[in-house]
């Protein structure tokens, strides 16, 4: 059996153990999800921090006299109180130049500590064994929140030969700091300061919006569906009795409607995922694969003892072609889930060919699902 034979049979098996699984999944009973795992209250968010620092203490495998590293090092230095002569530049091989990252949790207190991320900005080979000195994290209006600074713990290694070979294994530009910011203000929420609390839903859907609009005036709340993806609800203004209602709410359970029909394909790597809610209308699909085989062989000719000439490479090229049987399925209407699982499988379809079948089930109109590519 062949390399490619034998990748074809890996990819019909992954297909049918995935379509299998999905199956076995979608057809547990349905059960009651709690409000807090399918929305989240209006202002409860993180914000996103970031900011410019330089890391030092590297082993040769900074920036090397990039110049705006050479001017962030000397800025640093003029802090501390040491003023490089005029025209002099440090050496830059053991310092770089970076860009630091991380998310202020809602509700963030001045004190708290944050996990920062650490990313070479100019040609760093490795932040490994560096010290990130300590920089401000600004948020999307530009005040400052937090002060980083700390060991990088960095993953990857590389290493280089004098060849010019080498190997990177991860990514030794960027590394992390446990703990390494310290919130220094902290974020105003509209959580405590409303007339009103909104729940916003994670996926829009009417149906989950009304459901849960009900099932919140159930437990004696007023509360109000506002479009698809918002509920309005009356709340006190007492801080207290507002975060014992919100935990209330959280904590509720009910049935949901079925979520729509679709259909994810992500073409780069042939993964599919099918809803439960997927139906086919009538419809025969036929399967088949095409092989071309080239060929090629060198033979040397020789000419005769008196003839004068020259031994000559000569190839021959051979190509063939052929298609397997192609076997077709037959879908009923009103098709589900179990029904295209067994059609796939007896056709043998590998990931990629999987996707064909579904664009043209959709093409033709058979496929009553929301075809979503990514």
Do not use: W
């Not at 220094?184 to 009103?196: D, L, M, N, Y």
């Not at 059609?343 to 959709?362: M, S, T």
């Amino acid at each position: 059996m062949s390399a490619t034979t034998s990748s074809l049979s890996r990819g019909r098996r992954l297909a049918i153990l995935l379509l299998g699984i999905i199956a076995l999944l979608l057809a547990a009973p349905a059960q009651a999800e709690r409000i807090k795992d399918i929305a989240h209250f209006a202002g409860v968010r993180a914000n996103a921090l970031s900011g410019y620092g330089i890391v030092v203490g590297l082993s040769g495998t900074g920036d090397d006299n990039l110049e705006y590293t050479v001017q962030s090092l000397k800025s640093a230095a003029a802090r501390l109180g040491v003023m490089l002569p005029p025209g002099v530049n440090p050496g830059l091989k053991n310092a770089a130049a970076v860009i630091i990252t991380a998310e202020l949790p809602p509700f963030a207190k001045p004190g708290q500590r944050l996990d920062v991320t650490v990313s070479a900005l100019g040609k760093a080979k490795s932040l490994r064994g560096g010290t990130l000195l300590m920089a401000p994290m600004q948020g999307a209006d530009g005040e400052v929140y937090a002060l980083a600074q700390g060991n990088l713990a960095v993953g990857g290694f590389g290493a280089e030969g004098r060849d010019g070979s080498k190997i990177v294994v991860g990514t030794p530009s960027s590394g992390r700091v446990p703990g390494g910011a310290s919130v220094e203000r902290a974020v105003p929420s509209p959580f405590a300061g409303s007339a009103e609390l909104t729940l916003d839903l994670d996926n829009q859907d009417f149906s989950a919006a009304r459901a849960i609009a009900d099932a919140i005036c159930a437990s004696g709340t007023p509360a109000r569906a506002v479009d698809a993806a918002t509920i309005s609800i009356s709340a006190p203004a007492d801080t207290a009795a507002r975060i014992a209602l919100a935990a209330r709410i959280e904590s509720l359970e009910l049935a949901l409607a079925p979520p729509p029909a679709r259909v994810i394909v992500n073409a780069r790597t042939g993964t599919v995922v099918i809803g439960g809610e997927v139906r086919i209308l009538a419809a025969a699909i036929a399967h088949g694969n095409l092989t071309v085989r080239v060929t090629e062989n060198s033979q040397a000719s020789q000419p005769g003892a008196l003839s004068g000439g020259s031994t000559v490479v000569t190839q021959q090229s051979r190509v063939e072609a052929g298609e397997a049987p192609a076997r077709m399925s037959l879908f009923r209407p009103g098709a589900k889930l179990g029904d295209i699982v067994d059609a796939v499988n007896a056709l043998g379809a590998a990931p990629g060919d999987l996707v064909a079948i579904l664009e043209a089930l959709k093409a033709a109109g058979a496929l009553r699902a929301e075809l979503v590519v990514i």
